[in-house]
């Protein structure tokens, strides 16, 4: 890729001597030419032009190419548009024809033909500061720097359009094939760069645009500043092979040379529950189920906030939000689906019901729990049924969670009998499972939240029952 780079003070041009020495030392340790990437900005223009005149008073065989691929406006001023990251896609495209041993003219002219296919827009959400100065410019919340214009209300623009209208002002869109890059700013996280990555893929092939390379990270940066650039060229198959040309650059991504559309798979979640139980009859236990259900919804719902209460001491603060998710969930359950006849059916579709709509550690062991004594009770459900079906649950949640009685986590092993009695014996406890285990246990004055919460469920079931 590049032989060298001359860097001037921050936000600054460098000096055309800066420029001259780089230039001099190249052409001095061999090189048949030398060729200047410049970005276009006045300032770089002028001193490396001066740098560049005065290396040719010396004999030195040298060009300079300018790259200027800002969209932000769509009519640009007399200066023209600003070099961006899209400049990256030069460096690589002209080392690659160096290397390919092309001399200095045809690489200016084809690098020249390559950026009129490059586009780039940035997205800011914050300023910057050199060091030792104040911001650069101030921007209130709810406000965002698209290119050089503020953009109001973040949360209602539809963002990707705004961008994707500006770079595709050469663009026919069906059958192009371009290469993204999605260059980090400074000051968005990998999660963040990640995001706008699947984002950016998917806007281009609705548009019916092939993306055949996606590189993605921090190439072209802006100090600490939280934004993003999107940057694309339109390439055919030479300049494609250019791009792909293996060099030992260490910053520079190894990507894969399949093409990125066509491999994704979008998997739309379901709108609704799966009501599996639509198709089954309400059998005689159906109204006493109903109100067992709805008892127990309504006591988690009443717990929220004193389950809430003692998560903050062991745990995210949030068992109780947690299982109100589930509360919620079981009664719009109740008002549009069927309650199955058939118990082993039921639990089926409630450890479904668990695994859509509730979260956490609590949620798993309750779908862990309920998968596994469905299948007890499908033919039968007498006294047997019920003992295999309860064993084999608990028997699942000790061998998938890792806790056995007396871990300081869901007392089921005191099942119905003593359930009080469970959840608040585990105030004494040294918690060796789960997330508590890793608080120190001086710490742990209080019971498990999930033993209250199982307590609760339990003493909930009994009491409709007994209705």
Request: charged share 20%; hydrophobic share 45%.
């Amino acid at each position: 890729m590049l032989s060298g780079a001359v860097a001037g003070a921050v936000f600054a041009s460098p000096p055309p001597g800066s420029v001259l020495a780089a230039i001099l030392t190249l052409w001095k340790g061999g090189a048949s030419g030398v060729l200047l990437i410049v970005k276009n900005y006045t300032g770089d223009r002028l001193n490396f032009g001066i740098a560049v005149e005065q290396a040719r008073l010396q004999g030195v065989q040298v060009d300079m190419v300018i790259v200027a691929d800002d969209c932000a406006f769509t009519q640009p001023s007399k200066a023209g548009r600003r070099g961006l990251c899209g400049t990256v896609f030069i460096h690589k495209i002209a080392g690659a024809l160096a290397e390919k041993g092309c001399p200095l003219d045809e690489i200016v002219a084809r690098v020249n033909e390559a950026t009129k296919n490059i586009g780039t827009l940035g997205v800011s959400l914050s300023p910057c500061s050199v060091p030792g100065c104040l911001p650069s410019f101030q921007l209130p919340p709810g406000e965002m720097e698209l290119g050089l214009e503020l953009i109001l209300k973040v949360r209602s623009l539809r963002l990707h359009e705004c961008v994707f209208k500006r770079v595709f002002v050469w663009f026919k869109y069906t059958g192009d094939k371009v290469v993204l890059c999605v260059n980090n700013l400074g000051g968005l996280s990998c999660l963040e760069i990640a995001v706008v990555s699947k984002v950016a893929v998917h806007c281009l092939e609705e548009r019916g645009v092939q993306v055949v390379r996606v590189m993605a990270g921090s190439f072209m940066t802006s100090l600490e500043m939280a934004g993003m650039s999107l940057s694309l060229m339109k390439v055919d198959e030479e300049m494609l092979r250019l791009f792909d040309a293996k060099t030992t650059a260490p910053a520079w991504p190894n990507l894969s040379t399949s093409s990125v559309s066509g491999r994704n798979m979008f998997i739309k979640p379901e709108e609704k529950l799966a009501a599996a139980s639509d198709n089954y009859n309400e059998g005689s236990l159906s109204s006493v189920i109903r109100l067992v259900l709805e008892s127990v919804s309504k006591i988690l719902l009443q717990h929220q906030e004193e389950l809430n209460a003692l998560d903050r001491a062991a745990g995210d603060g949030d068992c109780g939000s947690t299982h109100a998710l589930l509360a919620n969930a079981v009664q719009e359950w109740l008002h549009t689906s069927r309650i199955p006849g058939n118990l082993g059916r039921l639990l089926a579709d409630l450890a479904l019901l668990v695994q859509q709509s509730m979260g956490g550690s609590s949620g798993a062991l309750y779908c862990i729990f309920l998968s596994a004594a469905a299948p007890h009770l499908m033919q039968s459900s007498d006294g047997a049924a019920w003992a295999k079906a309860l064993h084999a649950g608990t028997e699942a949640m000790k061998r998938y969670g890792g806790a056995e009685p007396g871990d300081r986590t869901m007392p089921l092993a005191y099942l119905l009998q003593k359930a009080d009695l469970g959840a608040e014996s585990t105030r004494n406890l040294t918690a060796r499972a789960g997330r508590a285990s890793y608080i120190a246990s001086e710490h742990l004055t209080q019971p498990d939240p999930g033993a209250v919460a199982v307590a609760a469920i339990l003493k909930a079931i009994l009491n409709a029952l007994k209705a």
